[in-house]
């Protein structure tokens, strides 16, 4: 479980965010403008928002949650706020954001609400990967309650993680050559290792 000390998260901050549907609306929106999230509005940005929005659309269609998974959510009782740090253009959030969604959805003790990681620094920099990295998608599970932070998770599931740690460490392989097998992972796990993490996660979170 992630411990911090101090947190920008208020009550302002979760009335100031979106729902799942807002922001696919906002991506879906800013593209027909030539925009995308953030202040980055190149050619790359923008095709990389394209390929996220595809990517969405198919684990909203497709994706399925396990039964053991299912049963678990479903089990929960602890009143839970999942606040997800996000942009349109990053392809791990569009990986993980949908079946996440997937999951709160077949709890009544868990909401979630999204926040853009670029508006929202304050926050991102208090949960960072490694030293200083701000990676995301990431997830903070708060007490729905009194909004204390009970734990975190992202960018990646811990076996895609390592093997994105690996890939970046062959000095031969390009940024591009490096997301494309990234995201041939994600298609051959289908969601599989993201899933089983957040079995335990939820076990730690309702306990913390």
Request: charged share 30%; aromatic share 6%.
């Amino acid at each position: 479980m992630t411990e911090v000390k101090t947190t920008a998260i208020t009550r302002k901050t979760l009335e100031n965010a979106f729902t799942y549907q807002e922001y696919r609306e906002l991506t879906d929106q800013l593209l027909e403008q030539g925009k995308t999230t953030g202040e980055n509005h190149s050619e790359v940005m923008l095709h990389y928002t394209k390929m996220n929005i595809h990517r969405m659309n198919r684990l909203d269609n497709r994706s399925e949650i396990s039964e053991e998974l299912e049963n678990r959510l479903q089990q929960a009782t602890r009143p839970m706020i999942w606040l997800i740090l996000t942009e349109a253009w990053c392809g791990d959030a569009a990986q993980s954001i949908p079946v996440i969604q997937k999951m709160a959805d077949l709890s009544s003790k868990i909401q979630t609400r999204y926040i853009l990681r670029d508006e929202n620094l304050e926050i991102m920099d208090q949960f960072l990967t490694g030293v200083k990295s701000r990676s995301i998608p990431k997830l903070i599970c708060l007490d729905a309650r009194n909004l204390d932070i009970l734990g975190s998770w992202g960018p990646r599931s811990a076996e895609s993680q390592a093997l994105y740690t690996s890939l970046r460490n062959q000095i031969d392989l390009s940024s591009r050559e490096t997301a494309e097998r990234l995201h041939k992972w994600y298609a051959d796990d289908k969601t599989v290792s993201l899933q089983e993490e957040f079995l335990t996660l939820l076990d730690e979170w309702e306990h913390s």
